[in-house]
């Protein structure tokens, strides 16, 4: 299955979805998802699965409304969205076998804040059923304080109602209210779901302290949040990120991190830094475009390592010239060799013209034996007795196709020399073409014949 691809079963049925974007709100990690015209939502709680529904619209107050509109969303691909896919594929439910799976693994409080997720899909009176049972069940046990925080949740889920409104005044209950009046740390040690929801909407740094080890997807996602409004700095979180990530997966936050604040110096230099360690050369000069040189020598060294080593990794001739200029700027040892590189790669591209005036604009370029070649080609572009030299050159700079017509130019103009056609032999087996090559040999043997 395709990595940006999960499935969803009921009993049998398999349907593969698609995931768009992701919401991370207080406790709740929500999937967008598509298959053809049908939306379908994935819900988490603290990272692990719940349930998924099919959509026919969002209703602008519920929880999954407020989760688009204030939390922290992020577009596929992104590892936080990967990470989340662990099940493969994900069991859909009923209501009924949703509320026995929640019963076996969660608290009541836990229960009734869950299903404050589907209010967009199910009638707030139904949902209040269930969690009328769910309180009269702890309370009926004596355990009032565990009865309060569900009042606690309800209330927010709720408040205009009456049952919520006569409970919010219960005197039974009374003794607890003064226990949210605790500072977070605190009241965490009591509540840590309502304790959570209140950093979480307060932008608390102190929610990341009990996030790091535990819940890396909730910490980064909030994390970004509040780098994202300004209250933090890329630096503040990297340490974490490099614990809990692999380094694509770092790369692919940083890059997120920079779209939100393209101004954190920080961000811009650990994607700078990423990208140099990718060999992702494009994106680097995209990153520093219009900026004067900023690469160090260590970078300037590891451009230059890519650039002799990877072919095709930059084809584009402004993209060659910046890091020519940055390299040259700190170190000349491999001139000659990057000087040759540039033209190999990006000759198929680019008129010979425009290359020879490329390398002008490096100081001393006149003495290097690649750029006195490129002066030869340009001069010979339409000279037909110098197509075999040109042709030549054009294979020197790997550029095949292009010598295969100077060779075949050649062949016609002087059809008693057998050197042409030697060279049309041996460039046709380069290429792979060997029933061609094979004519071209045959060819070779009987212009020798005809010489002697």
Request: charged content about 30%.
């Amino acid at each position: 299955m395709n990595e940006q691809e999960w499935s969803l079963s009921q009993n049998k049925d398999k349907r593969v979805i698609k995931p768009l974007r992701a919401v991370f709100y207080e406790r709740a990690q929500i999937v967008e998802a598509v298959r053809g015209v049908h939306v379908y939502y994935l819900f988490f709680y603290k990272e692990t699965y719940v349930t998924a529904i099919q959509a026919t619209k969002v209703k602008y107050n519920s929880f999954l409304g407020r989760a688009f509109r204030n939390g922290f969303i992020c577009d596929a691909p992104h590892p936080l969205i990967e990470r989340l896919n662990l099940h493969k594929p994900f069991p859909t439910s009923t209501y009924t076998s949703l509320l026995q799976h929640l019963s076996g693994k969660y608290t009541h409080q836990e229960q009734v804040y869950i299903l404050t997720f589907l209010e967009s899909f199910l009638s707030k009176k139904k949902l209040l059923e269930e969690m009328k049972n769910l309180f009269y069940d702890i309370r009926r046990k004596g355990k009032m304080f565990e009865a309060y925080k569900i009042i606690r949740v309800l209330m927010d889920f709720a408040p205009n109602h009456r049952f919520v409104k006569e409970l919010s005044h219960d005197l039974h209950f009374q003794q607890f209210e003064e226990t949210y009046d605790l500072p977070p740390m605190k009241l965490w040690e009591k509540d840590p779901l309502h304790a959570e929801k209140q950093m979480f909407h307060d932008r608390d740094d102190r929610l990341l302290t009990v996030l790091k080890k535990t819940h890396p997807l909730e910490y980064t996602a909030f994390a970004l949040l509040t780098f994202n409004e300004g209250k933090s700095h890329y630096e503040d979180y990297d340490e974490v990120f490099r614990l809990h990530f692999t380094s694509e997966e770092q790369l692919q936050i940083v890059e997120h991190a920079y779209q939100l604040v393209p101004s954190d110096e920080e961000a811009k230099q650990r994607l700078l830094s990423g990208y140099l360690e990718k060999n992702r050369l494009n994106d680097v000069f995209l990153l520093l475009e219009g900026e004067e040189a900023v690469l160090t020598p260590k970078e300037c060294r590891k451009a230059e390592n890519a650039l002799l080593t990877e072919r095709s990794l930059v084809t584009s001739l402004p993209v060659w010239e910046r890091y020519l200029r940055e390299i040259f700027r700190v170190r000349t040892e491999a001139k000659e060799q990057l000087i040759h590189a540039f033209v190999r790669e990006v000759l198929p591209s680019y008129p010979v013209a425009d290359v020879r005036a490329a390398l002008e604009k490096f100081e001393g370029i006149e003495e290097t034996g690649t750029y006195e070649n490129i002066r030869k080609m340009e001069e010979w572009q339409d000279e037909l007795d110098r197509m075999e030299e040109l042709g030549r050159l054009y294979y020197e700079f790997e550029q095949k196709e292009k010598a295969l017509e100077c060779f075949q130019y050649a062949s016609e103009m002087k059809p008693e020399e057998v050197a042409p056609v030697q060279w049309l032999a041996k460039i046709y087996k380069d290429l792979g073409q060997e029933q061609e090559a094979e004519t071209y040999r045959e060819l070779t043997k009987q212009i020798k014949k005809l010489s002697l």
